[in-house]
């Protein structure tokens, strides 16, 4: 089993910046891809970016390229998604998601889910 666990959501104006983190745990976490999944209301969902634990191999999607960090720290068994440049579309709920590379970026799936953060980004 693993567990995930998100934080650092928030409210912040167009242009801003926030720092989501994902505590993980459990036997096998770092066998696992760590991804960042959104829903935001009335849109499509994505996976927006993506981070192997094992091989520190990373994704993005189009949308938040340039924009969107994620990394990892194995001391702390957590992954953060640092964002920059918000903007309006941005707002959303964020997911952790932990499994298989293809599973979360290609199908945009997770096989453990964290409880999710909100994003709020307003003038």
């Known amino acids: 089993q693993v567990q995930l666990v998100e934080s650092g959501g928030g409210s912040v104006q167009p242009g801003g910046s926030l720092r989501l983190s994902c505590a993980a745990s459990g036997t096998t976490f770092n066998h696992y891809t760590m991804g960042w999944f959104r829903q935001g209301p009335g849109k499509e969902s994505d996976v927006v970016a993506a981070i192997s634990w094992t091989t520190g191999s990373t994704y993005y999607a189009d949308s938040v390229k340039g924009r969107f960090t994620i990394s990892k720290s194995n001391t702390n068994s957590t992954v953060y998604l640092q964002m920059n440049s918000l903007k309006p579309e941005d707002a959303a709920v964020y997911y952790c998601?932990?499994?298989?590379?293809?599973?979360?970026?290609?199908?945009?799936?997770?096989?453990?889910w964290g409880q999710g953060t909100q994003v709020t980004v307003s003038s």
């Open positions: 998601i932990a499994g298989p590379w293809i599973h979360v970026v290609r199908d945009k799936q997770g096989n453990y």
